[in-house]
């Protein structure tokens, strides 16, 4: 099998990103033999799969994590969330570029709130790897968290380092999760930024219709398919409800967070999270003046052509990037 050049989009990812030269598609059905049956070649004869068949993102997500980041079990329910790992490992690579040029001194331990952690579990299986770091995983769903916790005691050494709490108040983000003593490095969050139902479906199809045409599958069958797609689409290669929208969006969302983080100033660093829309900076940053914020970062990511961003604040003095 072929594995793809080193093109300018992959080049975007944070330099630390293990996948920028793209994927070893030997060396990953090596590691998850369950992939192979996935694997194709593209019209440059360069190995890779389809990304518009949930099976073959699972299995791909499976053979990543086996190989790249020590995992030995992992397994998502089909309606959950399965989500892009390069993407994600980026999120926890510039946070740890955050704390490194934090002004305040380094705690002892870095302890992270990974708000939302899904079934699929991935943040916390990729920074107990990557730097070390314990995590809190909170989820607002049992069947999430029960199976986060089935590949917690699946892979030997993870109990030691992530704990799961479940949020009650499906209402509430912090409140009832950060308890008195907890101390954490920094928070992190990929909230649900759809405000509904049919917002989350448009936008199914319009990412399922960007896979088709960059699978070059435009065939009459295939249109067909599309149409049907079109009346009732996958939302996400998966996803409860929490996980893809919300009320009042990412805007409503993150401006919740911001209000309840003013309630635990000292006992978290760093408040994040991802903010996939640009034009939601402007209300976000006007919910943080209304707090009593010491310093505000925003943090451009890419990936391919999805533009994405981390908004990080801090209530601690002098929390701020030491000059360099």
Request: glycine share 8%; aromatic share 8%; proline share 6%.
């Amino acid at each position: 099998m072929s594995s793809p050049p080193v093109i300018e989009e992959k080049l975007r990812m944070h330099a630390r990103n293990r996948h920028r030269a793209g994927y070893d598609f030997a060396s990953l059905v090596t590691a998850h033999p369950g992939l192979k049956k996935y694997v194709r070649l593209n019209p440059l004869g360069v190995s890779t799969i389809d990304f518009a068949n949930p099976a073959a993102v699972k299995a791909l997500n499976q053979a990543l994590l086996m190989s790249c980041y020590g995992v030995v079990h992992w397994d998502i329910p089909a309606e959950f969330l399965c989500p892009p790992i390069p993407g994600r490992v980026d999120y926890l690579h510039y946070l740890a570029d955050l704390l490194a040029t934090s002004a305040h001194e380094k705690q002892p331990e870095v302890r992270v709130l990974d708000i939302g952690t899904g079934a699929n579990l991935v943040y916390p299986l990729l920074g107990q790897y990557e730097y070390g770091w314990q995590f809190v995983g909170v989820d607002t769903n049992p069947a999430a968290l029960a199976n986060a916790q089935r590949i917690i005691e699946a892979n030997p050494g993870l109990e030691q380092r992530i704990s799961l709490r479940q949020q009650r108040d499906a209402h509430a983000i912090f409140d009832g999760i950060i308890k008195a003593g907890d101390q954490f490095s920094f928070s992190m969050c990929n909230p649900p930024f759809h405000a509904s139902l049919q917002e989350a479906q448009a936008g199914a199809r319009r990412k399922w219709s960007g896979l088709a045409r960059s699978a070059g599958q435009q065939s009459q069958s295939r249109n067909h398919a599309q149409a049907k797609h079109h009346q009732q689409p996958r939302l996400n290669f998966g996803g409860q409800a929490a996980e893809l929208y919300c009320d009042g969006g990412e805007v409503g969302f993150i401006t919740r967070m911001v209000a309840e983080s003013a309630r635990y100033p000292s006992q978290c660093l760093w408040f994040t999270t991802l903010v996939s829309k640009a034009e939601s900076l402007s209300a976000v940053k006007r919910a943080l003046k209304q707090v009593p914020v010491q310093s505000v970062e925003v943090i451009e990511m890419a990936q391919g052509q999805k533009q994405s961003r981390i908004l990080a604040w801090s209530f601690v003095e002098k929390a701020g990037r030491r000059a360099k």
